[in-house]
């Protein structure tokens, strides 16, 4: 009798075999997540990003219902943990916790990044917040224009605590002094949190940083706030001044901003089930008080391609923003 079991020709196997090669990557996004997520923060503990990050895995374990781990991998202004991200497998189980720093600024700033924004895969912008220039509570300075009054006395530049050489915050106080026709010698420090037990403790009398990370410490008197960095006033605490309602500098600002990114090539399941997760939470009432008594602004939702347009744009005025200012 003939044989009449089904055969598959050449040119069925050649049809057949990309889809069962994708039949993995679809399994993955169908049951994502099955396993815990690992968030990787780009500074130590301590500081806004490692808080924000912290409350977010919460939310995501939540939500997602797998266990959300927060790995804290500082250094060289947030680029090891953007460089732990892309090399991590594109499977949605490795995610970036990232910044305006770690995603945009450092990359244009230090070559040894190897990387620049557009190598991630944007899931959603999360939080946005000033930066504020801040001081030990001793300092004979209580505005911007008592600041710029007492650094030009010294005679020589005034160290300034900064949480990285290539960060936003750095880049603004390099921009303060400038307009006022001073210097900083910029003293970097891995992440906010080492940078604030410093401060606090007179090892350094002057820094730039987040919002959130010196608030509390600001509103206990520990600290003193000498102005935002921004064009305005910040919601989360209107009592404070920024730099520009002072008389003696106008125009300065370096407003920062945080979202979740992966590695490049993400599943677009899964990053539409993140995606949309995240959605839930920036639109959750009691996450919106919590991050606003941190110093966070939460971000309006956009979906991944609005996050990726934004970024694009942030790294074009940046690297403008950064051609203009000397960083030693």
Known sequence: MPDRSPRLSRRTLLVSLPALGMAPVAATAQSYPDKPITLVVPFPPGAVTDRAGRALGAEL????GQQ?????????SGTLAGQKVLRARPDGYTLLVGTVNDLVMAPIVLKQAG??????????KIFQ?????????ALPANTADEFIDYAKKQGRPVP???????????????????????????????GGGPLLTDLVGGQVQVATMALGSALSLIRQGKLKSLGLISLQRDPTAPELPTVNEGKLVKGIEADLWGGLTG??????????????????????????????????????YADAAAF??????????L???AARVQLE
Not at 61 to 64: A, D, G, N, Q, T
Not at 161 to 189: C, N, R, S
Not at 308 to 317: I, K, N
């Open 308 to 317: 990726g347009a934004f970024m694009a744009r942030e790294e074009g005025r």
């Open 129 to 137: 917040a000033p930066t504020i220039l801040v001081a030990n509570s």
């Open 319 to 321: 690297r403008a923003l």
């Open 115 to 124: 990387y620049s924004a557009k190598d991630f895969t944007p899931i959603a």
């Open 61 to 64: 374990s939540k939500r997602l």
């Open 160 to 190: 300034l605590g900064a949480t990285g050489l290539a960060t936003l915050q750095t880049v603004g106080g390099v921009m303060f002094a400038e307009a006022a026709g001073f210097k900083f010698d910029i003293v970097p420090y891995k």
């Open 68 to 76: 959300v781990i927060v790995d804290n991998v500082g250094g060289a």
């Open 263 to 300: 590695p490049a090539n993400l599943p677009p399941a899964v990053v539409e089930r993140l995606s949309a997760t995240l959605r839930d939470i920036l639109a959750d009432p009691s996450f919106k008080e919590s991050e606003a008594r941190a110093g966070n602004v939460l971000a309006e």
